[in-house]
């Protein structure tokens, strides 16, 4: 007998045995018999369904397809629950999520919610039920069952969200009741990598072809968002990235219209101090002239062990403001943030069919977009910039940056501001919009938002090297094409070295002829000065100069002043002669000593690598890898590959940043190209786990195939789910 055989039929027999078990099977598979997946050359997938429900169902069993694992771990921080696949180290996360995300409150919100959502809601849990029940090789590590209401968990396209301001180790030292850890880790080489994402719309006025553009190119970590398109009789027609487990694409476009994300910074988290006093009834807290009872409520975190499941319990405190999450010199810190998972759900999924500007504006008026602003082109000829649709209405005599009395009355928020109160943007004459995370007051240069006009809260982000560069590249030119574009998204510019590197060779060139560091650093200095301060993998300069700004910006993080300003600022303005050339010999030293010259390419020791399917691989010298020339965001490159070295190597791997890129053209018929780290599968015997690494380090973008004629050609699988 074919050795093959026996094991399929074993999984086969073991299909049908758990298949029958599920009182619901005939109702998924009366529903998968409506719903066509195609699976591209590339892997992508390509949803089709009657309703938009089918196309739900679809999309979600095609991502479980590719990655289960991603989409269950997603699930398992957004619901609070990691400590049950990863022991007792997650407890604390897991808390942290529970003080916003409560089941029941959120089992409540799915019984009220429409019925047109509440569908979605059905067949998103109905379409990952159905791929359990259909591939029992595949092992949960604690959702072995997907309940619709748990979709209201994560409802934007950054896992964590806002939660994530909440600093673990003060959560842990409050309900923990242990003093807060002194952390003495040696600091990192690297100055923190930016984070956030590109957006840039191109208008008609600009283009070739007299039709909008739109470059899509959000920084996240690395097969954090897959590509897909979902469609449906419905009018639903959306490709682009889908973060694992979510069932609407976050950054994409459609026939009409296109979107673009970037982590923004506007303040729409802010925290309370509040006056706590002990009284026989339990803790109360100032309130004006009242005292209130904080409300206490019993939280449970079970979690894995040796012996299977335990459980810590937890007694968490409330003020009317929110969960209390810290303490500071002697308040309990309370934080006030954005909890509307049906109308966020209901934004993200509705701007997915908004056909133009009217449309998705009004996708924007919902106001629950609490962290992201949003760059737009579309079919009519509009661009335009939304700042983050959630921002309270706070008084300007409070420094909202610090916690805030939360005994007075005045601190309170009063609403929220109407979208026309924002910083947006609709068609400036210049013809281009940027934001790169920098402040709306940029966006379309000398067309943007005054920030005098605005209160302070609406900005904390400033300006960015990427920003910078973005608007070098938009300035006065005409004539865009897709491949202009593109070759914008990957231009080679690090335009922080603009203004780091002259101080470094004035330093030089003030030390004495005699000075041992005169001819030490001779030919270092002579390479960077001749340096065009652009990226390649060929390039020894780039290695000079990120080593040295890596080991500058280490003894600018060790002076006190730096409180003071940017860490820009202060490489530039502030640090001394002597810090400049001591980083430089520093770095020089360090090259040499890992590579066995200081000569060495950076595209020797920038690499891409993806051995396996786990989310955080062991990254490996010896493993293969390719080079990548674009660097940290931090030095102003656009297209951005966040790297460190990992267990003691010499080479640096990336692990975020250029996630997702794409170009797309509104016209007649939409035209795109787009590429994703890695490729679409998250298993290694897939041929495409890393089909497009080598087109994704080089900027080679593929043909998005968004009609059937385009898909014509291209098709590797055509399927219903289930068969």
């Not at 072809?209 to 398109?229: C, D, K, Y």
């Not at 296109?258 to 006093?277: F, N, Q």
């Not at 990957?490 to 041992?516: C, E, K, N, Q, R």
């Not at 010298?621 to 460190?644: E, K, N, Q, Y």
Request: hydrophobic residues 35%; negative net charge.
């Amino acid at each position: 007998m074919n050795k093959l055989f026996v094991p399929c039929a074993l999984v086969l027999v073991a299909c049908v045995t758990r298949r029958a078990t599920s009182p619901d099977l005939a109702r998924w598979e009366r529903q998968a018999r409506d719903v066509t997946i195609i699976r591209d050359d590339w892997g992508i997938p390509h949803v089709h369904g009657k309703t938009d429900a089918d196309a739900v169902f679809g999309v979600i069993y095609a991502q479980a397809e590719d990655d289960f694992n991603r989409i269950e771990m997603n699930y398992l921080n957004a619901l609070g629950r990691m400590a049950e696949a990863e022991g007792e180290g997650a407890i604390y996360r897991d808390l942290r999520m529970k003080l916003i995300a409560d089941p029941d409150s959120m089992k409540a919100q799915y019984a009220a919610s429409p019925d047109w959502l509440k569908k979605l809601m059905n067949a998103w849990a109905d379409g990952l039920n159905y791929y359990l029940a259909t591939h029992p090789e595949t092992r949960p590590k604690v959702l072995t069952r997907f309940e619709p209401w748990m979709a209201l968990s994560f409802t934007e396209g950054s896992i964590g969200w806002d939660v994530e301001t909440v600093s673990l180790e003060e959560l842990e030292a409050f309900y923990g009741k242990q003093r807060p850890k002194q952390v003495t880790a040696e600091p990192s080489r690297l100055p923190p990598e930016p984070t956030g994402s590109n957006g840039i719309a191109i208008a008609p006025s600009k283009t070739a072809s007299g039709s909008a553009m739109l470059l899509i190119n959000p920084h996240t970590s690395f097969f954090f968002r897959a590509e897909v398109q979902m469609a449906s009789d419905e009018g639903l027609n959306a490709y682009g990235a889908i973060t694992w487990g979510q069932f609407f694409v976050y950054q994409g476009f459609n026939e009409g219209a296109g979107w673009m994300h970037t982590s923004s910074g506007v303040d729409a988290i802010d925290e309370y101090a509040e006056t706590v006093i002990e009284t026989p009834n339990g803790p109360h807290y100032r309130y004006g002239a009242e005292e209130r009872p904080l409300v206490a409520t019993r939280i449970k975190i079970p979690y894995k062990t040796a012996a299977g499941i335990a459980e810590r319990e937890f007694t968490i405190y409330r003020s009317h403001h929110g969960p209390i999450v810290r303490e500071d010199r002697g308040k309990w810190i309370s934080v006030r943030l954005m909890q509307e998972p049906v109308k966020a759900l209901t934004e993200s999924y509705s701007r997915t069919k908004a056909t133009g500007y009217d449309s998705f504006k009004a996708t924007v008026e919902l106001a629950t977009n609490s962290s992201n602003n949003t760059v737009y082109a579309d079919a009519e000829g509009n661009i335009a910039y939304f700042e983050a649709s959630f921002i309270p209405v706070r008084d300007t005599a409070f420094d909202w940056r610090d916690p805030v009395d939360g005994s007075n009355p005045a601190t309170e928020w009063k609403g929220l501001h109407p979208v026309a109160e924002h910083p947006n943007l609709k068609n400036p004459p210049n013809g281009w919009i940027q934001n790169t995370n920098n402040s709306p007051w940029s966006a379309a240069g000398s067309n943007s938002p005054a920030a005098k006009d605005y209160p302070s809260y609406m900005d904390r982000a400033g300006e960015n090297p990427r920003g910078i560069h973005a608007m070098r590249l938009l300035a006065d030119k005409t004539g865009w094409t897709l491949d202009s574009l593109i070759a914008a998204a990957y231009d080679s510019h690090l335009p922080a070295f603009d203004d780091l590197l002259p101080p470094l060779l004035a330093a030089y060139d003030g030390v004495p002829t005699s000075h041992p560091m005169k001819a030490k650093l001779a030919e270092p200095i002579s390479m960077v000065r001749s340096w065009d301060r652009r990226w390649a993998v060929t390039s020894v300069p780039t290695s000079l100069a990120v080593y040295w700004g890596e080991e500058l910006a280490r003894l600018a993080r060790a002076d006190p002043k730096l409180e003071d300003m940017t860490m820009y600022d202060y490489m530039a303005t502030k640090a001394t002669a002597a810090q400049r050339l001591t980083a430089l010999a520093t770095a020089v030293a360090r090259l040499g000593a890992d590579f066995g010259t200081w000569k060495t390419p950076w595209g020797e020791i920038n690499r891409f690598q993806r051995l396996t399917g786990d989310i955080v691989h062991p990254f490996s010298d010896t493993g293969p890898s390719i080079p990548v020339g674009f660097t940290s965001g931090a030095w102003g490159s656009l297209a951005v590959f966040g790297a460190r070295s990992y267990n003691g190597s010499k080479r640096i791997y990336g692990t975020g940043g250029n996630s997702f890129v794409a170009v797309v053209e509104f016209g007649k018929r939409v035209k795109a190209k787009a590429i994703t780290a890695g490729g679409a599968s998250g298993d290694p015997t897939s041929p495409h786990f890393n089909d497009q690494a080598e087109r994704y380090s080089t900027g080679r973008l593929r043909d998005v195939y968004f009609y059937r004629d385009e898909v014509e050609g291209h098709i590797e699988r055509e399927y219903h789910p289930g068969k």
